[in-house]
């Protein structure tokens, strides 16, 4: 059963545009939620993340929104740049109950196209 | 970057025959984790230590061992490699699971077992 979901596998945006990256979840005691960037043949980096606590946290062009009620987080990136084309994975723990595991979702392509 | 180092990066071999992955850090965190990635199924945790000898399983552990005798290394062992165990395989590291740090990842070992 998957607990976190990116049921779209890719996302085509013209450059200076908005990315708008969703990710639903069904475990109700995840509390921290995360998003990581993956270049081919490299490992996922960090982008940024957003405790249960918050419904909004910003980076720069990143932003990350989360509707506890609805279970679902998303992810906007403005402007998008050709350097955000990437795979892109949702990821949940339940970091209060002190658990070291992640749970990731399938991921998502972006392409920005110049 | 996080100072983590997987080696070897890529690796061929023949099934039934055992493998060792390993991943060396320079951060001295705590917990460390390996993950292999599939097409269609994200990132999964095989197994994770959360302390020299302390470690647990993750989602995905059969047919897999693990140890770490050092803070800084942390080895994934494949007893007797099946075809089902081609994959992508990440460790990844993070400093604590209670004030919300994310986990940073190495750039992979690609493993193809024939």
């Known amino acids: ?114 | 970057d996080a100072g983590i180092t997987q080696s070897p990066r890529h690796k061929v071999t023949e099934t039934g025959t055992p493998v060792t992955l390993r991943c060396h850090q320079t951060e001295n965190h705590r917990y460390m984790y390996w993950y292999r990635q599939d097409p269609g199924h994200g990132l999964r945790l095989i197994h994770y230590s959360y302390g020299v000898k302390d470690t647990d399983k993750g989602e995905v552990s059969d047919g897999y061992s693990v140890s770490r005798s050092k803070t800084e290394d942390f080895l994934l062992t494949l007893e007797s490699a099946t075809s089902s165990q081609t994959s992508v395989y990440f460790c990844a590291i993070s400093e604590s699971v209670y004030s919300n740090q994310p986990q940073h990842f190495g750039d992979g070992t690609r493993l193809s077992i024939l």
């Open chain 1, 1 to 114: 059963d998957q607990q976190v979901k990116q049921n779209s596998p890719s996302l085509s945006v013209q450059e200076g545009r908005i990315s708008i990256l969703n990710c639903d979840y069904t475990n109700s005691m995840f509390d921290y939620f995360l998003w990581y960037k993956k270049y081919p043949a490299e490992g996922p980096t960090f982008l940024i993340s957003i405790s249960s606590i918050k419904d909004k946290n910003e980076d720069g062009r990143f932003t990350v929104f989360l509707n506890k009620s609805a279970k679902h987080l998303s992810l906007h990136i403005v402007p998008s740049q050709p350097g955000d084309s990437a795979v892109y994975f949702c990821a949940a723990s339940e970091a209060r109950g002190g658990s070291e595991k992640l749970v990731f979702g399938k991921g998502m392509k972006l392409t920005v196209n110049p």
